[in-house]
């Protein structure tokens, strides 16, 4: 593998990481692939430090409330030492559903990948990606086999 093969793979991986990190509420695991300057800017445009996401990260996924959730249409580039991890989540809240694109911004630090910033947008319904996109799947917080 090249140099840049390895890098989306292991970006590849890191993403699938971060999502399965959510669903099982895995903050201690979250933290190990985290900048210490870690922000994220939320649905919103509300910011949270490193400290305040995680703490959020340790309770945020209830399969009681989110039934379904899967993250698709991947797409991943690297610049250097700074990649861009790009998709989407499909999710189900209370019977609703909706989607958020998000764009984690990673940096090499030594010969690890750390993200350094998350930043969520809502999807109008008009622009989500097709199920054929779909990357990794859960079900009432288990994953499902694709």
Known sequence: MSPHETDLATL?????????????????????????????IGTTGARQDRAAYLLEWASAFDPAVI????????????????????????????????????????????????????QLTPVAEKNYPPDRTIVCEYHDGVQVAR
């Open 67 to 118: 039934t379904y959730w899967d993250m698709r249409d991947e797409n991943i580039a690297v610049y250097g030492d700074v990649a861009l991890v790009r998709a989407a989540t499909k999710w189900v809240r209370h019977g609703v559903t909706g989607m958020t694109c998000y764009t984690d911004t990673y940096l090499r630090v030594g010969a690890q990948w750390l993200c350094v910033q998350a």
């Open 12 to 40: 590849r991986a890191l993403n699938a990481r971060f999502i399965h990190n959510f669903v099982t509420n895995d903050a201690a695991g979250h933290s190990t692939i985290l900048h210490p300057d870690f922000i994220e």
